[in-house]
Structure formats: C-alpha cells, structure tokens
C-alpha cells in the first residue's frame, strides 16, 4: 500500500474566519480550448449561478487556455468544496460538450485549492495570477486580457 505524502495531507479542521480559496483546475491534457469568447461566456455564467445552486460566491478568475484559476467563498449552508468544484465541472463539462462541441473529457479529474488565510495574501495570488497571461505571452499588459474578471465584488476577499 502507498503511503500518503505528509506534506499532500489536508487538514481536518482549519479555524478561518470567512475562508477564500484559490482554485485552479486544468483541461484535459491540458488541452489549449478554454480561452475563447464562447468557453469563457459559459464558465463565467456557471460562476455567476455557483451562489445559488451551490452556495458559494465566486469573486476573481482568470481563464488561461488550458486552465481556470478562481476564488471563492463558501456562503451560510454551502456544500463542502470538492462537492462544489467537482459539480461546477460537471456542469460546465455538459455546457461546453452540448454548446461548443469540446471533446470528452474536459478536464482532469483533480484541482489545486489553496486556502488564503489573509487580506495580504487573497492581494498577492491574485496579483500573481492576474498577470499569467502577461507571463504566458498572450498580451503584453494584464488588463487587455479579455478572460479575466470578477463576478462577485468583495465575496469575501
């Protein structure tokens, strides 16, 4: 049997008032599909009706080719988070395969969540983040990045 490296352990508990996450989840195979205008009107509106189909406010993202970094804040009553993000792939899976013809599967089965535990840090990833498509070669300044934005203002960041 494989044990589990320490260091990939989640915590149990975390005693965070008000937590946000830093989530990015990727393509399958890192397919390069996502940053279109047509992709990117269908992850944003799954976004946007995230709060009420799954209790959790959806506040900054950034859609990268070949992956998706967001940040999110459970609401009173949310589901857990991995039920949250593995149902938000599904339905933007089902969106993206009826609406635009994108091949099956559409992303890859795991996600990265990183819990901010501060103002000053939810301001340093998405600084960092923001300018990924500056990084990339994709545009020169982060603001002329058209698949960046918020949806909810202040969910919690």
Known sequence: ??????????????????????VTGCAFRRRTNLATPEAARILKEEWEGARGRHGWNVARYVIMPDHVHFFCAAREGAEELETFLKRWKEWTAKRLIRELNFPRPVW??????????????????WEYVYQNPV?????????????????????GL
């Open 135 to 155: 990084r990339a070669g994709l545009v020169t300044r982060a603001e002329d990045w058209e698949f960046s934005g918020e949806i909810v203002e202040d969910a």
């Open 1 to 22: 049997m494989r044990k589990r490296h320490r260091h990939l352990r989640r915590l149990d508990r975390v005693w965070v008032d008000c937590p946000v996450f830093f």
């Open 108 to 125: 890859q089965l795991e996600f990265f969540d990183h819990l901010l535990r501060s103002e000053k840090s939810c301001e340093e990833k």
